[in-house]
């Protein structure tokens, strides 16, 4: 997502703040000001919207009224904090599945065996590591 919000140029809003306008005295250097306010101003809704708009229907329901006055960048935190704590949930479930794995009689080894694979394989591509002595 933000490579997309990259490659419309407007990602910036994620990490810069809205200028502020100050007073000056010279014309020239406040039309500039205005105008980079209202360009930041622009690209935050143009950004907000599109971030909106890649959500589920029934998350855009919830968001779209919760952020309608906020910047692309609280929502933007929201979301990834919301997502990294889930992220990070489902990696300790992955290691407690993997710590709480035990081989039964009922079951062939073969079986087994490729159960604890698929889950060593899901912990590796989660971006963890297994020492090569404990997969073993």
Not at 76 to 82: A, F, G, R, T, V
Request: proline share 1%; net charge negative; glycine share 2%.
């Amino acid at each position: 997502m933000y490579f997309f919000l990259a490659t419309l140029k407007i990602a910036y809003v994620l990490t810069i703040p809205n200028p502020i306008t100050k007073e000056a005295a010279d014309e020239a250097i406040k039309q500039t000001a205005m105008k980079q306010k209202q360009k930041w101003e622009e690209d935050d809704t143009y950004c907000k919207d599109y971030i909106l708009g890649w959500l589920s229907d029934t998350l855009y329901d919830v968001y779209e009224i919760k952020y309608a006055n906020n910047t692309a960048k609280e929502l933007w935190d929201n979301l990834d904090s919301k997502y990294k704590t889930e992220d990070t949930g489902n990696k300790k479930f992955l290691i407690s599945k993997l710590f709480d794995f035990r081989m039964v009689d009922s079951k062939s080894v073969i079986t087994q065996i490729h159960e604890l694979q698929m889950i060593m394989n899901l912990i590796i591509s989660e971006g963890n590591s297994l020492d090569e002595s404990f997969q073993v």
